[in-house]
């Protein structure tokens, strides 16, 4: 069959009957699904189904599975395992908002955090409110720096996600909104192959208040990776991008398989395929990949 569902849950997470309801669903539109092949028995299962739309699929599924803590993703059978992966770091790949976390060195968390919200849901032009909130840490030690990153915490399956698919022979790209400070030591901790974000602007051991320019914005993210396919002679039906704020949305609208991650409601809305209730190993498994190849 041409297409694919992918249920994902906690492990232990999907019973008989959401199975059941799920397989319903894709019946009453059309696409009568196949034998479900477990990824993960009881964690994850491949549903394979007709010539219904992919979106279509999920959003049915979404609505048999109701209040149930299951993400579905559907998407042609082929291709399914990606060659490339570009993902954002913030409440991505780490667990919390650099910026929002360094703000509060200078008491100023609260203020700096609605920003970045508004920013992340498109309320806000990304480069502007960059600049706003980075004005605001004018005269900051960059001993802050050095704090925010040893409380920064990665993501549950953010290291498993990145070695399993390099493993296969993908080639993974941290791409930010963030600063290059950050990236970098997370491209070191989880072995991402390149990393690209912004530059905060240091003098005297002080925060200047600005980032070097061009900033690294939404456009910038989707030229990350349109060059990184074409460097690796990749289709873009090859690639896979990942991210939670608007600024990712150009990203994952162009990869062949574009997640919303636990995103903002503007991003959920738009994205083809979304992860609301697990972590990151949901990415290994909508690309096929089974319990046992996890790295």
Same mark, same amino acid.
Request: include cysteine; aromatic fraction near 4%; hydrophobic fraction near 50%.
């Given at each position: 069959?041409?297409?694919?569902?992918?249920?994902?849950?906690? $492990?232990? #997470?999907?019973? %008989? @009957?959401? *199975? /059941?309801?799920?397989? =319903?669903?894709? !019946?009453?539109?059309? +696409?009568?699904?196949?034998?479900?092949?477990?990824?993960?028995?009881?964690?994850?299962?491949?549903? $394979?189904? #007709?010539?219904? %739309? @992919?979106? *279509? /699929?999920?959003?049915? =599924?979404?609505? !048999?599975?109701?209040? +149930?803590?299951?993400?579905?993703?559907?998407?042609?059978?082929?291709?399914?395992?990606?060659?490339?992966?570009?993902?954002?770091?913030?409440?991505?790949?780490?667990?919390?908002?650099?910026?929002?976390?360094?703000?509060?060195?200078?008491?100023?968390?609260?203020?700096?955090?609605?920003?970045?919200?508004?920013?992340?849901?498109?309320?806000?032009?990304?480069?502007?409110?960059?600049?706003?909130?980075?004005?605001?840490?004018?005269?900051?030690?960059?001993?802050?720096?050095?704090?925010?990153?040893?409380?920064?915490?990665?993501?549950?399956?953010?290291?498993?996600?990145?070695?399993?698919?390099?493993?296969?022979?993908?080639?993974?790209?941290?791409?930010?909104?963030?600063?290059?400070?950050?990236?970098?030591?997370?491209?070191?901790?989880?072995?991402?192959?390149?990393?690209?974000?912004?530059?905060?602007?240091?003098?005297?051991?002080?925060?200047?208040?600005?980032?070097?320019?061009?900033?690294?914005?939404?456009?910038?993210?989707?030229?990350?990776?349109?060059?990184?396919?074409?460097?690796?002679?990749?289709?873009?039906?090859?690639?896979?991008?990942?991210?939670?704020?608007?600024?990712?949305?150009?990203?994952?609208?162009?990869?062949?398989?574009?997640?919303?991650?636990?995103?903002?409601?503007?991003?959920?809305?738009?994205?083809?395929?979304?992860?609301?209730?697990?972590?990151?190993?949901?990415?290994?498994?909508?690309?096929?990949?089974?319990?046992?190849?996890?790295?």
């Amino acid at each position: 069959m041409p297409h694919i569902l992918t249920l994902i849950a906690a $492990p232990g #997470g999907l019973d %008989p @009957a959401l *199975l /059941a309801r799920t397989r =319903a669903a894709l !019946a009453g539109i059309g +696409a009568t699904p196949g034998a479900p092949d477990w990824l993960s028995e009881g964690e994850a299962v491949d549903l $394979p189904f #007709g010539d219904a %739309p @992919a979106e *279509l /699929a999920a959003a049915a =599924a979404r609505t !048999a599975l109701g209040d +149930a803590p299951v993400d579905a993703i559907a998407q042609p059978a082929e291709g399914r395992r990606k060659r490339l992966l570009v993902a954002d770091m913030d409440s991505t790949i780490v667990t919390s908002e650099t910026l929002d976390e360094l703000a509060a060195y200078a008491g100023l968390k609260n203020e700096i955090a609605t920003i970045t919200r508004r920013s992340m849901n498109g309320e806000l032009d990304f480069a502007q409110a960059l600049h706003e909130r980075v004005g605001m840490l004018r005269g900051l030690d960059v001993a802050a720096l050095e704090g925010t990153w040893a409380q920064t915490e990665m993501m549950p399956g953010a290291a498993t996600l990145v070695a399993t698919m390099r493993a296969h022979g993908a080639v993974c790209c941290l791409a930010s909104g963030g600063f290059t400070f950050f990236t970098g030591r997370v491209a070191d901790r989880l072995g991402f192959d390149h990393h690209v974000s912004n530059t905060l602007l240091i003098k005297d051991g002080k925060l200047t208040g600005k980032v070097a320019e061009p900033v690294f914005d939404r456009n910038a993210k989707l030229a990350t990776l349109t060059r990184l396919a074409t460097e690796n002679a990749l289709p873009m039906a090859a690639t896979l991008a990942v991210g939670d704020g608007a600024n990712d949305l150009d990203m994952i609208g162009a990869a062949g398989l574009g997640i919303a991650y636990h995103a903002k409601p503007v991003v959920a809305a738009a994205a083809r395929a979304r992860v609301d209730h697990n972590d990151l190993l949901a990415l290994l498994f909508a690309q096929g990949y089974r319990r046992g190849e996890f790295r």
